[in-house]
């Protein structure tokens, strides 16, 4: 069992703007410890979204915004595209496990 | 370019061992420290271990401690996973990721990922 709580799934319709949640622990995002957020398309590998809390990698569009505060952290899709219609996870490091840790996974569909 | 390529899974029985290897190119293999990633069927990510940049230290998920071990060698560029006393819930696909330190460790580099599956 993780120790990142997110969302099962979240939707929307093209164009809306939908968020991810991403709640943790005074061991690991209240910690200090930076997040990161990934995208995982079917049957392929996970790719990095927003890195070190709210920076976005060379590609990623600027729809794509994250967010962080306190023991929790979120993920911004602004304007969704079908492209978008993907698997995201979160992921910090825990000291209290002396480990990283990712989020339970959040499904966007696209509507 | 940069590119991790994994090998080595395959179908085991429970009990026994398998070794996963990461073969790395495009980028300096020894500056940077690697993860593996596994994760079960219809499953979430699952933070497998991780080796510094010059193997001096690792640290292990409790799932696995005592049981895998990460190795790499610098010489050929590659990151290896020896698994023992496997368990049907070691089943799962495992990827290799690059840890960028200037990213605040996020896993910027992951392999495509090669498949363990632990039945009997």
């Known amino acids: 069992q993780s120790v990142l709580t997110q969302p099962p799934s979240v939707s929307g319709a093209p164009g809306q703007r939908v968020t991810i949640s991403c709640t943790g622990s005074s061991s690991n995002i209240g910690a200090g410890y930076d997040v990161h957020w990934y995208q995982q398309l079917p049957e392929t590998a996970p790719k990095v979204v927003i890195y070190g809390n709210n920076n976005r990698p060379s590609g990623v569009p600027d729809r794509v915004s994250g967010s962080k505060s306190g023991t929790s952290a979120s993920l911004a899709i602004t304007g969704l595209q079908a492209e978008d219609e993907a698997d995201y996870y979160c992921?910090?490091?825990?000291?209290?496990?002396?480990?990283?840790?990712f989020g339970t996974g959040t499904k966007v569909t696209v509507l | 370019q940069v590119q991790l390529v994994e090998s080595g899974g395959g179908v085991v029985q429970p009990g026994r061992s398998l070794r996963l290897s990461c073969a790395a190119s495009g980028f300096i293999f020894s500056d940077y420290a690697m993860h593996w990633v596994r994760q079960a069927p219809g499953k979430g990510l699952e933070w497998v271990a991780v080796i510094w940049y010059d193997g001096s230290n690792k640290y292990y998920a409790d799932s696995v401690k005592g049981r895998f071990t990460i190795s790499r060698d610098n010489s050929k560029n590659t990151l290896y996973l020896q698994m023992n006393s496997l368990r049907a819930e070691d089943t799962a696909v495992y990827y290799c990721a690059r840890d960028y330190h200037d990213w605040g460790d996020a896993f910027d580099i992951w392999g495509q990922g090669t498949m363990v599956t632990v039945s009997s």
């Open positions: 992921q910090s490091y825990d000291s209290s496990l002396r480990g990283y840790v």
